[in-house]
């Protein structure tokens, strides 16, 4: 049997709920409440378990905060003897428009802290992420009061649908692979 990782990108403490950063955790909530998973205290992350298809799916949401985010990648893939083709990482971006979702099986970290140290620890910039935009609305030097901020409420009356979309992705990533996701979920 296949195991994947899906791993949400945020910081744990209240102060960072429902904040544009947190996205990869909101999406993995998401998807634990549509299967009635609840996650528990592992090591460097919160974790759930669950079979999909035919595959395990491990989802954490690391507990790291977001600038130590490799740790907790690095060590549940050894851990759990999973191979990096079957790592997804869920994160926000603001080089994309509100609510776009873009899955990629490698790139950049694109002036992202969570990923750049997924990549320092691992190695490498070949795994799979799901890019959930959040947009660019601030000024100059503002961006970390952005991403960090909640959502403003006419985004918060468009996020549910986006965030469900993105938890079919990362599900149908483990289900049928990266490229048949990207071809029928990309642009959308």
């Known amino acids: ?26 999406v993995l909530d998401t998807i634990a409440r549509e299967h009635n998973l609840k996650f528990v205290t ?8 669950f079979k999909h298809k035919g ?11 977001m600038n130590l985010s490799g740790k907790a990648v690095n ?8 191979a ?17 979702l873009r899955m990629k099986g490698k790139g950049s970290d694109g002036g992202h802290n969570g990923l750049r140290n997924i990549q320092e620890i691992m190695n490498t910039t070949e795994y799979a992420r799901l890019r959930f935009g959040v947009g660019s609305e ?11 901020g909640k959502w403003n409420d006419t985004e918060q009356k468009a996020l549910t649908p986006r965030i ?3 938890g079919q992705m990362a599900l149908s990533f483990a289900a049928i692979g990266l490229q048949l996701t990207m071809t029928n979920f990309n642009n959308k």
Not at 1 to 26: C, D, P, Q, W
Not at 75 to 82: F, G, H, N, P, T
């Open 84 to 100: 990096k083709e079957h790592l997804l990482v869920i994160t926000d971006d603001i080089a994309l428009p509100f609510g776009t």
């Open 75 to 82: 060590y549940w893939l050894q851990a759990e003897r999973i």
């Open 55 to 65: 595959k395990t799916i491990i989802l954490i949401k690391p507990s790291t905060y």
């Open 1 to 26: 049997m296949s195991k994947f990782l899906i791993v949400g990108l945020g910081n744990i403490g209240a102060e960072y709920e429902n904040t544009r950063h947190n996205i990869g955790f909101t």
């Open 164 to 166: 469900e979309m993105a």
């Open 42 to 49: 592992g090591r460097l992350a919160a974790v759930a378990e």
């Open 138 to 148: 601030f000024s100059t030097g503002r961006q970390v009061d952005y991403v960090l």
